[in-house]
């Protein structure tokens, strides 16, 4: 019997954090605005740009610090340009973990949180044909 795979999409991006009101915070100040947070269920919604779905954090028991970067899946998310978006990563106390560097499509920044999940922010400035609207 054969099934045909339909993935329609995105539903949330989930990372585990060691501390949520700390994991919160530091994202926050990166941009994300908190969409609902349960902390009697270790969880917090953020938003992520006008998609419903958006990045989870949820807390784990003894989930440590990490450094960064170290070898991990990235969640790469469009900006309307990396190289700004740096800046003002920076003007927001986070600063990258490499200066943006180039792609095929543009540019990308990524940031490290304190337990070592990576977030990058890609642009689309070298293919704007290929940029949401």
């Known amino acids: 019997m054969s099934h ?18 700390e994991a919160v915070a530091f994202y926050e100040s990166a941009g994300f605005p908190v969409k ?19 990045l989870l954090l949820r807390a784990e028991d003894g989930f440590g610090r ?11 998310l469009e900006v309307a340009d990396a190289r700004a978006t740096a800046d003002a990563l920076r003007a927001a106390g986070i600063e990258p973990l490499d200066p943006p560097f180039s792609t095929s499509t543009g540019y990308v920044v990524e940031i490290a949180d304190p337990w070592g999940n990576v977030v990058g922010f890609t642009d689309y400035l070298k293919r704007p044909e290929l940029a949401r609207s």
């Open 36 to 54: 609902f947070r349960l902390d009697e269920a270790g969880i917090a919604l953020l938003g992520v740009g006008k998609e419903t779905p958006g």
């Open 66 to 76: 990490r450094p960064a970067p170290w070898p991990a899946a990235r969640l790469w």
């Open 4 to 21: 045909e795979l339909n993935v329609l999409g995105f539903d949330n991006a989930l990372l585990p954090v060691g501390d949520l009101a």
